[in-house]
């Protein structure tokens, strides 16, 4: 089984699936806003409460706003802002007991729409969002520059093969 926590600014939501895909469970809790702390207990709780549910250990993957520096191993560039500075890659898996994979959140929704989304079957996906934009060509994840992304969610000569995903195009969302 894996769990997938979607953290985010205003709630924080798991889902289990099997191996097939399949989901098992899913639950949404309101975010602790401003509390670097509480928002530890409370993913630690969900994914016990998923688990319990389920009566299985999973593994763990987190999608969060901002992205974990590989230089120092903070958090930096969350709009949740209280996670800024914070140690999330050290603290979560200490707290969970085990490995936890991280993931900036706006990679994570190209890459489940590039996967069996609005993008399914398309060379390249992207997604561009207020100052970024995420694309996967092959399905890699990757960041584009704030300042490259507004030029290039415009130009129509970038956009003729790619398949644009907009809200609309998502269940998810």
Do not use: H
């Not at 289990?16 to 709780?45: C, F, H, M, N």
């Not at 100052?131 to 129509?156: E, N």
Request: aromatic content about 4%; overall charge positive.
């Amino acid at each position: 089984m894996r769990i997938g926590i979607d953290l985010g600014g205003t709630k924080i939501e798991g889902l289990a699936i099997d191996a097939d895909g399949r989901e098992l469970a899913r639950r949404r809790i309101p975010a602790p806003r401003g509390d670097y702390g509480k928002t530890l207990d409370a993913i630690v709780q969900l994914v016990g409460a998923i688990e319990r549910e389920i009566g299985a250990e999973g593994s763990v993957g987190l999608g969060m706003p901002g992205t974990i520096s590989p230089a120092t191993g903070l958090v930096e560039n969350a709009n949740s802002t209280w996670l800024n500075g914070r140690p999330l890659v050290g603290d979560l898996p200490r707290l969970l007991g085990r490995p936890v994979r991280f993931a900036n959140d706006a990679n994570c929704f190209a890459l489940s729409e590039a996967t069996d989304g609005a993008a399914a079957g398309a060379d390249v996906a992207i997604r561009c969002l207020r100052r970024a934009t995420t694309s996967v060509p092959g399905r890699r994840a990757t960041a584009v520059a704030a300042a490259a992304s507004k030029r290039f969610c415009r130009d129509p000569r970038w956009r003729a093969n790619t398949r644009m995903l907009e809200a609309s195009d998502s269940k998810r969302i």
